[in-house]
């Protein structure tokens, strides 16, 4: 029995015409399977691209690594024409920790701070603990109202996707999509799959931001801010093996309060942590930046000194000993101390070359402590150098 589809136009009796007819229903069959095929086949790739990424972003190490990763491979196996992250950094702790890390936020332009989740532009209506998670926006591209989620639009850029990063139901930023295509990203898409992205991606930042806030918890001083004695001994070891091959002086500087314990009798313990502080402030400012202080215990510091003489460490040592000496410290308004620093100083010189770097390290830091008692030895709030 023949079916006809009411409206449709009724098969041929005639045979030949009906073979005819099968023959074209065939070819349109075989037509729309080949475009599955090839949106199949589309569509695993891309999945496969999407897989190798999240491999690549979950085994990244550090920051710069994962924020690497996503700027140069999301844009490629997502066809777009730009990706862009927002991180909502309130107090701005991410970017001092990185900075202090080392990482160069200008390799990063992408990469962009907010200080509220306001700016992010999301729709938060009002929010509590149980509020679902804002949903994605997408729609066409508006420079004013996406203007601060993509400061450098590509050429012709049409639609946007802004995607929360969500971790616990917290937004930590928003990973900003753009297309060039006006289709790419409209308000009635399905957002499944870009969720998904976002969520591993957020993960991933998480984690790598934490990792690098515990480093850099380990490497420096709760009280003052600067690096803290594991820091500087591996950073010396670092440099010694680099000073050598490059062949360039560094220095040391061993830097110790005067007479620190009757500070603190005087002013306090409180007292004296701010004069810590206060000192360490002093000495950084008369550093360059590739130069490292650490807080080597107690009311000791330590300098290492990045292609300085001796003769230069030495005159940046009597900079610091003069801004120390040179205006007493305000523990309070009522209370001011006068402070002075008594400074050792030695320098990396060709020495014995077949020495390990640990020994050339301890020899170094044991030279700059010699210089430092003979300062107090000699009145203190005075530089000495190792002349060997
Ligand atoms: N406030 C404060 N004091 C500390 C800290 N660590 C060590 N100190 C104190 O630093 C003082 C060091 O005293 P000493 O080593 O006797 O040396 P000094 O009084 O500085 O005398 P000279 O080095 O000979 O000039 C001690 O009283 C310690 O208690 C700290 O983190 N905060």
Do not use: W
Request: glycine fraction near 6%; include cysteine.
């Amino acid at each position: 029995m023949t079916h006809t589809v009411p409206g449709s136009k009724p098969p041929h009796t005639d045979p030949a015409l009906r073979s005819v007819d099968l023959a074209a229903e065939n070819q349109a069959l075989r037509a729309r399977m080949a475009y599955l095929l090839e949106q199949a086949e589309r569509n695993h790739s891309i999945m496969c691209r999407h897989q190798a990424f999240d491999l690549e972003i979950v085994g990244a190490g550090s920051f710069p690594e994962l924020v690497g990763t996503i700027f140069r491979t999301l844009p490629i196996i997502s066809e777009l024409e730009s990706v862009t992250l927002s991180l909502i950094d309130e107090d701005a702790d991410i970017r001092t920790v990185m900075l202090k890390l080392g990482v160069v936020f200008e390799d990063f332009p992408d990469l962009l701070f907010v200080e509220t989740i306001d700016e992010l532009g999301f729709d938060l209506g009002r929010r509590n603990a149980y509020s679902a998670p804002p949903k994605p926006l997408l729609g066409m591209y508006e420079a004013q109202r996406h203007g601060a989620a993509f400061p450098r639009p590509p050429a012709g850029l049409q639609s946007v996707a802004l995607v929360p990063l969500l971790r616990n139901k917290r937004i930590i930023g928003s990973l900003n999509l753009g297309s060039v295509d006006p289709t790419r990203f409209t308000p009635s898409l399905g957002t499944d799959f870009i969720e998904h992205m976002a969520s591993i991606i957020a993960i991933c930042l998480e984690n790598v931001i934490s990792n690098e806030m515990l480093k850099y918890i380990g490497l420096t001083d709760s009280l003052t801010g600067v690096y803290n004695r594991r820091y500087i001994d591996r950073r010396l070891l670092e440099e010694i093996g680099r000073a050598r091959r490059q062949t360039y002086p560094i220095s040391v500087m061993y830097i110790d309060i005067d007479h620190f314990k009757r500070v603190n009798d005087t002013v306090g313990h409180q007292g004296g942590d701010e004069v810590l502080r206060e000192v360490a402030t002093r000495i950084k400012a008369e550093l360059r930046l590739s130069d490292a202080l650490a807080r080597f215990g107690g009311e000791e510091f330590v300098v290492l000194l990045i292609d300085a003489d001796l003769d230069s460490a030495a005159f940046v040592a009597e900079r610091i000993r003069a801004s120390v000496a040179g205006s007493m410290i305000s523990i309070s308004q009522e209370t001011q101390v006068s402070i002075t620093v008594s400074i050792g100083v030695a320098c990396l010189t060709d020495g014995d070359p077949e020495a390990s770097a640990e020994v050339v390290s301890r020899a170094l830091i044991a030279q700059a402590d010699s210089c430092l008692y003979q300062a107090k030895e000699g009145g203190r709030n005075r530089v000495v150098s190792y002349r060997g």
